[in-house]
């Protein structure tokens, strides 16, 4: 895990805004209830505040990059149910999911960046 905290406010929003719409770029991939919400939740926050925000910004791209990413690991896993392994592989995902996306909110609620592993830059 690499923290980064070297990013300069831009104006407009004020310390607290900013850890609290980082945070919310990662929470907001908990929206599965959308579909496609765990994507479209985070890129709507990222493409509203991410010029108020450098913090925002890089965490909003590390979020939708890692929400991506990891939509392609299920779809690549769904074929494998029919093997069986399939089963514990997703159920394995959604773990990993959740766990990285709370130690990413967290992180950022604290103002420093938070870089996923296992995520494919889509997005620089």
């Not at 990891?70 to 074929?79: D, G, N, S």
Request: aromatic share 12%; hydrophobic share 55%.
């Amino acid at each position: 895990m690499e923290i980064i905290s070297d990013f300069h406010k831009k104006p407009g929003m004020d310390s607290g805004q900013e850890k609290t719409w980082a945070m919310l770029c990662h929470i907001a991939s908990f929206a599965h209830f959308i579909p496609l919400g765990h994507i479209f939740c985070p890129l709507i926050i990222w493409l509203l505040k991410k010029d108020e925000s450098e913090l925002v910004d890089d965490q909003g791209k590390e979020s939708l990059n890692f929400q991506l990413s990891m939509t392609i690991y299920f779809l690549l896993a769904i074929p494998f149910v029919f093997l069986v392994i399939g089963i514990p592989l997703l159920i394995i995902l959604g773990v990993i999911d959740l766990i990285l996306v709370i130690l990413a909110a967290v992180s950022a609620a604290q103002g420093q960046a938070y870089r996923y592993p296992l995520s494919i830059k889509f997005i620089k």
